[in-house]
């Protein structure tokens, strides 16, 4: 993929203020646990693995031990097993979505449900029954739909994204869109960044400690370029810390850089609005952690990207492998780029693959001790100090391979 349309993104959305440290959000108490003791907490349940689980009731997160719970139900395991039975049910078949529609809505995901009863009436416009589970009128023998503040029909809906004013609105678990390029699209758009959600979880979810993201991250999906808000000649999608929303449209039948920026709004989730952050990632680490998460997932069926056991960008490699001897960066200066350095047009597709190359080095590394040291460096990246001098102290052994072995195929 061709990373010069995200020149201007780089550097523009990160020279917007971010928000300053947030204090844990209160949170609606959508799940329970029981306690040994036969107690029940209503709370949210943040994060749990074989250790045990974190609580959040209202605003204060509470870490309970495995040992003292019975058994609990939460939101995000309920939604974890319905994106993986997603991806083995045909959206085609619309008595398959209506059945996944019910098991969502039994298990508190109302979101997912009504995404679900919108594949399935894709398939039968003119099924009553559909529209009036979505909540759609049905007037003079045509079905309307809420579009804004307005009823139109559904047959027409689509087209009325010519106008963005006039886009889909929807909404999962963790993401809100709005769609000037169809309805299909904004489905299809929502499943994908659902699916590198929990794969950015189930990888990096343990060593990180990532909580559940509770607000939905806002995306603007544009049905051209010349549609969208015109931040610069070149960017075809980016993520604007600002306004903490993903920008992007369509082009050749897909969501641009989907992949690519959802990592950077997902990380500006996990570690810039979190309690207690410091602030924004190192530059290398930002775009070449967005560049890993591209590599990881591959959408051949729309809304269905499948996870791959490795990062894979051929495009890097290949830029890699063309550039002149004496040519590629030095990681000292990779450790130091700021986000102005990826907006420049000079060796930018250089820059991204070599921070996309060390980043998959260093994570896929067949060393355990190296990928420990990694995860080290993450956490700290991640708590504000992921400075090149924090590098170079972690990886000082590693200090002449890492100027040529990144590199290599």
């Known amino acids: 993929m061709t990373r010069a349309l995200f020149a201007a993104a780089a550097a523009a ?14 949170t609606e108490a959508r799940d329970r646990v029981t306690m040994l003791d036969g107690k029940e907490l209503r709370g949210r349940v943040m994060r749990f693995d074989s250790e045990g689980l974190i609580l959040r009731v209202g605003s204060v997160d509470r870490k309970i031990p495995r ?11 309920h939604h974890q097993e319905l994106i993986g039975t997603w991806n083995e049910t045909p959206v085609e078949d619309p008595a398959a979505m209506q059945a996944l529609a019910r098991t969502a809505e039994g298990n508190g995901l109302p979101h997912e449900a009504r995404l ?15 529209h009036k ?9 045509r079905f309307l739909v809420q579009i804004d503040d307005r009823q139109v029909p559904f047959a027409e809906a689509d087209a009325l994204g010519v106008d963005f004013d006039d886009a889909w609105r929807l909404r999962s678990e963790h993401f809100s869109i709005q769609c000037g390029a169809g309805l299909r699209t904004a489905l299809d758009t929502l499943m994908e960044l659902e699916a590198l959600y929990w794969t950015f979880q189930e ?17 603007r999906l544009y049905r051209t ?14 993520f604007s810390h600002g306004e903490q929303t993903l920008y992007t449209c369509v082009e050749n039948g897909r969501p641009y850089a989907i992949m690519h920026e959802g990592t950077h709004a997902l990380l500006h989730w996990f570690f810039v609005r979190a309690a207690k952050s410091r602030g924004e990632l190192p ?4 775009e070449g ?9 591959q959408t051949r069926v729309p809304g269905k990207p499948a996870r791959l056991e490795r990062s894979m960008q051929p495009g890097h490699f290949s830029s890699l492998a063309a550039a002149p001897k004496g040519e590629l960066y030095g990681v000292h200066r990779l450790l130091n780029f700021k986000a102005s350095d990826f907006g420049a047009s000079t060796r930018q597709d250089l820059k991204y693959a070599q921070s996309w190359a060390l980043f998959r080095w260093l994570y896929e590394n067949k060393d355990s001790t190296v990928r420990a040291s990694f995860a080290e460096y993450l956490r700290d990246a991640a708590a504000g100090q992921g400075q090149a001098s924090t590098f170079r102290r972690i990886f000082k052994r590693l200090e002449q391979e890492l100027e040529t072995a990144p590199w290599r195929p």
């Open 116 to 130: 679900c009863l919108w594949y399935a009436v894709l398939q039968r416009p003119a099924d009553a029954e559909l």
């Open 133 to 141: 589970a979505l909540g759609n009128k049905q007037l003079n023998g």
């Open 225 to 238: 370029r010349a549609q969208m808000p015109n931040l610069s000649n070149t960017a075809g999608a980016y």
């Open 203 to 219: 990888v990096f979810g343990r060593e990180l400690t990532l909580l559940e993201i509770v607000e939905p991250v806002s995306v």
């Open 67 to 77: 040992k003292q719970i019975r058994a609990f139900t939460s939101v995000a395991s």
């Open 289 to 297: 952690w967005a560049e890993y998460m591209d590599g990881r997932l």
């Open 283 to 286: 530059a290398w680490l930002n």
């Open 13 to 26: 959305s990160l020279a917007l203020s971010a928000p300053s440290a947030l204090h844990a959000q209160t």
